[in-house]
């Protein structure tokens, strides 16, 4: 089991430059979140999808689009980069909503210059 | 509004030493609390997870208490090890949602 995976785990975008992070996981979990890390904040909710073929905005969705692909894979689009997106993402899975344990990938560093 | 609060901010200790990491909280309705560790340059991971009803849970060396009343949390360290150099992180889940209140951890240095 390789838990929750991430690619890539480093990236550098010019400002309006577009890419997307690919996450996956192979735990089977119906429940699977992107966040956002930075200095001396706490992990923040960007989107998330309760289940395959659903997708809702977390608290700083704006910047940024997703896809369920399928139960598995769950990807994060940034469209045109700005430097205040310059964070650590984090992908994370859970059997389902409401307080189950989060397992989390090992984080994808983007820096927008 | 929902918050998780984490003191101290950073904590430097000797190998060997215990410590006591503090989370605050005000997240309703209450679901349960993790503690998580998060080494530098990875994700998070749990160690252990608390619920309404209990006041104490164990995992080796960590050791997590909750008072439901008071809103408090706090994670103890015994016998410190270089290997627990790291930030710990209080989280927080609201029940009947899909929101986990994250603290902004403590960034924990084991010196030799």
């Known amino acids: 089991n390789a838990g929750v995976t991430q690619t890539p785990k480093f990236q550098v975008l010019k400002t309006g430059q577009s890419m997307t992070l690919q996450c996956a996981q192979d735990?089977?979990?119906?429940?699977m979140y992107w966040y956002r890390q930075d200095p001396g904040m706490g992990l923040r909710l960007i989107y998330y999808s309760a289940s395959e073929g659903t997708t809702d905005k977390g608290e700083v969705p704006n910047g940024y689009n997703v896809s369920r692909l399928n139960k598995r894979e769950f990807s994060l689009r940034l469209e045109s980069a700005a430097p205040s997106q310059t964070s650590v993402y984090f992908c994370?899975?859970?059997?389902?909503?409401?307080?189950?344990?989060?397992?989390f990938g090992p984080g994808t560093r983007l820096t927008v210059t | 509004k929902n918050q998780v609060e984490q003191s101290p901010q950073s904590l430097i200790i000797l190998e060997g030493k215990n410590c006591t990491l503090q989370?605050?909280?005000?997240?309703?309705?209450?679901?349960?609390l993790r503690w998580y560790k998060q080494d530098t340059g990875r994700g998070p991971v749990s160690l252990t997870i608390?619920?309404?009803?209990?006041n104490t849970k164990s995992n080796g060396r960590y050791t997590a208490t909750l008072d439901a009343d008071t809103k408090q949390s706090s994670l103890h360290i015994t016998a410190s090890q270089l290997s627990d150099s790291a930030s710990y992180i209080c989280?927080?889940?609201?029940?009947?949602?899909?929101?986990?209140?994250f603290g902004t951890g403590t960034r924990l240095k084991v010196l030799a």
């Open positions: 608390m619920t309404f009803s209990e």
């Open positions: 735990m089977n979990h119906n429940s």
């Open positions: 994370a899975s859970t059997q389902a909503l409401d307080g189950y344990e989060q397992y």
């Open positions: 989370c605050n909280y005000t997240v309703s309705p209450f679901s349960n």
């Open positions: 989280v927080v889940s609201a029940s009947g949602t899909y929101k986990y209140i």
